[in-house]
């Protein structure tokens, strides 16, 4: 078997294409078929991967209890104006279609639309809220000062 990795320093780009492809249409032929470049280095088997470990730069961070409760509560007062739109948009919703019915100059099939407008604003508006609950969760899980 031949070593491929040419004594461990491997090959670049511009070295396959110089020594190994043609000029003209950057093929090879490999077991009996023709390979062009972007095919042979798709191929993972066609890299050579080095792992170097290297020495940490940095210190686990901690953090004051303090610290992780003032940005617990600014969370919290966010999460509760989420909620506060929620409860907005839920009351839309909900009223939308009287609303449009008592207006002089909406066309009533708009309803509909709105409808749906508030419904997609609401499904997003309720992800928002579940993300900072796990941003929150995840504050209460820091590493505290001892």
């Known amino acids: 078997m031949e070593d491929r990795s040419f004594s461990g320093r491997g090959l670049t780009r511009s070295d396959l294409e110089k020594e190994f492809f043609d000029?003209?249409?950057?093929?090879?032929?490999?077991?009996?078929k023709w390979v062009d470049l972007e095919t042979y280095l798709?191929?993972?088997e066609n890299r050579l991967?080095?792992?170097?470990?290297?020495?940490?730069?940095?210190?686990?961070a901690t953090f004051s209890q303090e610290q992780i409760n003032d940005r617990c509560q600014e969370l919290?007062?966010?999460?509760?104006?989420?909620e506060n739109y929620?409860?907005?948009?839920?009351?839309m919703l909900r009223t939308i279609d009287k609303h449009i019915l008592n207006h002089l100059w909406i066309d009533q099939s708009f309803?509909?639309?709105a409808s749906k407008t508030i419904q997609e604003n609401l499904s997003r508006v309720n992800?928002?809220?579940?993300k900072i609950e796990t941003i929150q969760s995840g504050f209460k899980q820091l590493p505290v000062v001892a």
């Open 49 to 60: 991967n080095k792992r170097i470990d290297y020495d940490l730069c940095t210190e686990p």
């Open 127 to 130: 992800s928002l809220a579940n």
């Open 42 to 44: 798709s191929n993972s």
């Open 111 to 113: 309803s509909k639309i």
């Open 86 to 91: 929620q409860q907005y948009l839920n009351t």
């Open 76 to 82: 919290t007062d966010l999460l509760s104006d989420v």
């Open 23 to 32: 000029d003209y249409y950057q093929q090879r032929h490999i077991d009996g």
